[in-house]
């Protein structure tokens, strides 16, 4: 949807306005309404789109490699893993 | 997969955790490999998707709602807003 202008703009320019969404998000899950929590969730994502599309990076790859069989460290789709680690 | 996890920790701590993957980005986005930086990018949408998960946030709606009849400023799917304008 706003790929010519991302790319013009490139990775570092389109991080900073993805950072700025993300601090709208963290406002929002503070004291927004269910409708503006959306909102923010949906920019923050299409700001990460965005990003990627510019890096060129595939996100349905990324995440069928990452979480497509499981959870990365039990392989499960229920993650059993120790409280302890990392998530 | 992570569900019980999420809530237990709440929104506060999952956002947390998404900040520290949003920095491992950042530095992938710099110097890491195709392959590091498919797995930055699965990183940060699994935390994103895990703190909509905690504040019952429905991410296809918001979505839907945000982007779903095109730009919100010009409602084209192939966005021709001023290049002045926030996005």
């Given at each position: 949807?706003?790929?010519?202008?991302?790319?013009?703009?490139?990775?570092?320019?389109?991080?900073m306005?993805?950072?700025?969404?993300?601090?709208?998000l963290?406002?929002?899950?503070?004291?927004?309404?269910?409708?503006?929590?959306?909102?923010?969730?949906?920019?923050?994502?299409?700001?990460?789109?965005?990003?990627?599309?510019?890096?060129?990076?595939?996100?349905?790859?990324?995440?069928?490699?990452?979480?497509?069989?499981?959870?990365?460290?039990?392989?499960?789709?229920?993650?059993?893993?120790?409280?302890?680690?990392?998530?």
């Open positions: 949807m706003y790929h010519e202008k991302d790319v013009a703009r490139g990775v570092d320019g389109t991080f306005w993805l950072m700025e969404e993300v601090g709208e963290a406002s929002a899950l503070r004291e927004g309404t269910p409708e503006e929590l959306r909102g923010e969730f949906a920019d923050v994502i299409a700001w990460l789109t965005t990003i990627a599309n510019v890096a060129e990076v595939d996100l349905t790859l990324a995440l069928r490699e990452k979480y497509g069989d499981g959870c990365p460290g039990c392989q499960k789709f229920i993650c059993v893993c120790d409280d302890s680690e990392k998530p």
